[in-house]
């Protein structure tokens, strides 16, 4: 018995042929590879744009911490435990000035001559050996009796005035008392020991219209650093 020979389907033949399924997982792992290798790219791009942006520059090194002022009780001026200031007595004009301010003089060491309009001539001398802090007049300037013409210092040793002692502190303040004192302008280096040496009785008005009672501190040593006219503080010890 013959059988009819076999007809191919028409279907069959004109179907697409799918993928085998090792070669479908191969194609999505390189396409998960190449979003990963843009996703690197695209980071790195961000982060050396950054830095150019901001020219390369490292952060700013952070700011010292200054140390902590010394607590006080009351403040004051440096001043020489010397001190004098030279005037002249007649007026007229300055005819000469000899020395320079910031040197030595020696005591009656003549520092200006004032020539009056009478013709009486003013020379004025140092009242003792020290520094000729400050010379204001100048070779032809015309000064008034009574004028100042510089001031002269001992910078040998130092003293501290105060300015804001009120009228509740000075009753806890006595002569020989001991104080720790600290200068604003030289740091946390310059710590100073002293004693009191004198106690004003009586108020004294300052420029702004409070009232305070000055006391002299004597410090206990000299340094080349100090100068006159810088602000202190003061601790008192309580003994």
Sequence with gaps: MKHPPDVADPLASTAPTLP???LAASRRSLWHRSRLWIAIVAALALVIGGWSAYGGATAPPPTPVRPTAMPYDARGKVVP???ARLVTLTGGTVRSARVAAGASVNDREEIARVESAGGTVDVVVAPFAGTLLSLTARIGDGLLPGSEIGQVGDLSSYEIETTDIDEYQI???RVGQAAE?????????SRFGGRVTSVTMTPRLSAT???HYPITITLDRADVELRPGMTARLRFRRE
């Design 20 to 22: 085998s399924p090792p």
């Design 81 to 83: 435990a010397k001190f």
């Design 171 to 173: 009753a806890s303040v």
């Design 181 to 189: 004192i600290s200068i604003d302008a030289l740091g946390e280096r």
């Design 209 to 211: 219209g409070d009232t």
